[in-house]
């Protein structure tokens, strides 16, 4: 069968089948795959990564259906420095982008993409963000030549042929995604094809479209996640008149049987699958996960702010998951997971850094060296190794996280990781406030992205990777949705802060599923129950009124967790006026007031 035959038996999407014919002339590919979706062609390509020793397969016994890559050592995180806003003009990327000229752009791509393919694959996955037939979902084509990215595509998307009957003759996201190693005739594969020293992934805001070149790794190459619902629907969403956040969802109910939704923005590897699926410590408070890393939200015709995750499944940190800090995580990926850059124990499970207490007497590490020498130092996993799994897995998946409608939003918490000067939680006056404390994040910096780890950097509403277009743009339309609706009607704004350290740089709070203290209080301050006061930087929780019952923490700690330092108010106060000097004139004057509010309250 030509191409165009296998094509049209395909779709009926005329849009759709030249832009294939295109991309199949320009990365010459050997073979073409268009993707049906479901378990008979999941296995295929499993079988083929199995082959091509990208993946081994896991203990069956242990980890039914689960398999572990190895990335290559280059190729294990976003690559911030080679991420592109290919916006017409530079000015309309911001200051906060890489940018390059969208023609040159185009001409650069063309050339890495020509004959990319040759040897290999070529896969068509239609996709689609959010429920199928949901009016909040969206609908991307990814073309990879990468069998690795399928796999993970059909777990985090709706992959195949449902999405391409939902899409019928409506238009779609393409995304061209290559690891950019062409194959010679005769040549053997290496296990991670990967081509680091050629990385580029590139946004054209106007074409909306995305091409990414040369890594195989997460938001790199799975173009559903970041470059897609993030980036490109952030873009979308300024044009529409809605919300692409880099945000968790979590359903709260509390020991009445009341039930309210939030939304969580934190930097990456900063607590978001964490607080997603969270066992609450709080005996007879429940929470409940819509989603660990991405919400689309619009306000419905009641005024009501609705949130949907456009995803499928989890990409989540696997570092540091345990039964104790997070159990749904560890049932999630009990079977069918495709976990990359995990050790592999003797036995032929997965381990990493903080799984159990007691580490197995031998492993392979990640980069498949014998482990025994413990005493080196060296990490069995790297710190941003992940498991893939469906979202459907989770044991706490939430009733309605599939409603094509979304989730009723009442709470927006932001939060960051920092060692020092915000308090464990406090609230937003109101919306414009609230958009304000979004614009201040700053986050220590994590291995998530290249880079170095634990540098303090500001990242707005956990955004700065992530947002589309001119940052200050995006601060002014999250004032504009503040008025899209009644005042009351809009979700309270919170601030949080789990990570705050002691002088011996220990935790001061204990985190994980006693985050469900602070979640209650949020939801007793939005019943309008009498728990907050105001202070200089938002409302802090009233005396006694964190439940901190059965909880072994000295009121010295307690205090120092909420105290408001004049001194280090005043330096944040100064660093941020920094950073916003970044927006020039773009920075909404509302913003700048709300800064001098704050200035003025400490020092009063
Ligand atoms: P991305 O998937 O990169 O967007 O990350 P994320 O925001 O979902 O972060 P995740 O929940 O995976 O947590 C990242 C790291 O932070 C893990 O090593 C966790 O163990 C740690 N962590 C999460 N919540 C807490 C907490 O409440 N306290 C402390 N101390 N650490 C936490
Ligand atoms: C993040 O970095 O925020 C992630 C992981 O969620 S990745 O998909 O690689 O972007
Ligand atoms: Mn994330």
Known sequence: M?????LSSWTQNETLKSWVIEQADLCQPEKIHLCEGGEEEYQLFIQQLLKSKTIVQLNTKLRPNSFLANSDPA????????????SDSKEDAGPTNNWQDPEEMET??????KGCMKGRTMYVIPYCMGPINSKLSHIGIEI???????????????????????LGQKTFIPGMHSVGVPLEENEIDVPWPCNPKNRYIVHFPSKKSIWSFGSGYGGNALLGKKCFALRIASVLAKEQGWLAEHMLILGLTSPEGQKKYFA??????????????????????????????????????????????????????????????NPNAMYAMSKNTLFTNVALTEEGDVWWEGMTQERPERMKDWLGHDWVDKMSGSKAAHPNARFTAKASQCPIIDPMWEDPKGVPIEGIIFGGRRSTTIPLVFQSFNWQHGTFLGTTISSETTAAAEGSVGKLRHDPFAMLPFCGYHMADYFRHWLEMGKKSD?????????????????????????????????????????GKDVKEKSSIGYLPKESSLDVSGLHIDPLTLKKLFEVNKEDWTCEIKEIKNYFKLFKDKL???????LD????????
């Open 2 to 6: 030509t191409l165009k035959e296998q």
């Open 144 to 166: 990879t030549d990468s069998p690795y990215v399928v796999c993970s595509m059909a777990i985090m998307a709706r992959i195949g042929r449902k999405a391409l009957d939902f």
């Open 75 to 86: 190729d294990v995180a976003r690559v911030e420095s080679k991420t592109f806003i290919c």
């Open 264 to 325: 969580a923005a934190f930097p990456s590897a900063c607590g978001k699958t964490n607080l997603a699926m969270m066992t609450a410590s709080l005996p007879g408070w429940k929470v409940e996960c819509v989603g660990d890393d991405i919400a689309w939200m619009r306000f419905g015709e009641d005024g009501q702010l609705y949130a949907i995750n456009p995803e499928n499944g989890f990409f989540g940190v696997a570092p540091g998951t345990s039964f104790q800090s």
């Open 588 to 594: 909404p004057k509302e913003i700048e007031e709300e």
């Open 597 to 604: 509010e704050l200035e003025i309250r400490i020092h009063r």
């Open 487 to 527: 005042p009351e009607k809009l979700p309270k704004i919170f601030y949080v802060n789990w990570f705050k350290k002691d002088s011996d740089g220990k935790f001061l709070w204990p985190g994980f599923g006693d985050n469900s203290r602070v979640l209650k209080w949020m939801f007793e301050s939005i019943q």
């Open 108 to 113: 650069l791509l063309k050339g890495l993409f």
